[in-house]
């Protein structure tokens, strides 16, 4: 059983920057495929960023490409959502999850699930 914690969600101004992160109490944290999704109300859970286990970066979704950067820290367990320039429409609740081994974009292909962090973008 993996349980992740994500934290750093807040209210920011459009244009504003946060850093999500995610610590996992996996002990093999370096064999899992780590994701972030997001979800507002009324509209499905949609993927953000991932990144293997050796550190490949799936491709962005278009809404976040050249904005948001996903990282990871083995040595910490945890793995970061850099988010820059930020817009009204990036307002969601922000997930992570993990799963061992590949993972692509959808919810159904990650195992685990932390309970979000809310960011809410103001205009």
């Known amino acids: 059983q993996v349980q992740l914690v994500e934290s750093g969600g807040g209210l920011v101004q459009a244009g504003g920057s946060l850093r999500l992160s995610c610590v996992a109490s996996a002990r093999t944290f370096s064999s899992y495929t780590m994701g972030w999704f997001r979800q507002a109300p009324g509209k499905e859970r949609e993927f953000v960023a991932a990144?293997?286990?050796?550190?490949?970066?799936?491709p962005y979704d278009d809404s976040v490409k050249g904005r948001f950067t996903i990282s990871r820290d083995n040595a910490k367990n945890t793995v970061y959502l850099e988010m820059n320039s930020l817009k009204p429409e990036d307002t969601a609740r922000y997930y992570c999850?993990?799963?061992?081994?590949?993972?692509?974009?959808?919810?159904?292909?990650?195992?685990?699930w932390g309970q979000g962090t809310q960011v809410t973008v103001s205009s």
């Open positions: 999850a993990a799963v061992l081994g590949y993972a692509g974009v959808v919810p159904g292909d990650y195992n685990y």
């Open positions: 990144i293997t286990w050796v550190s490949r970066v799936t």
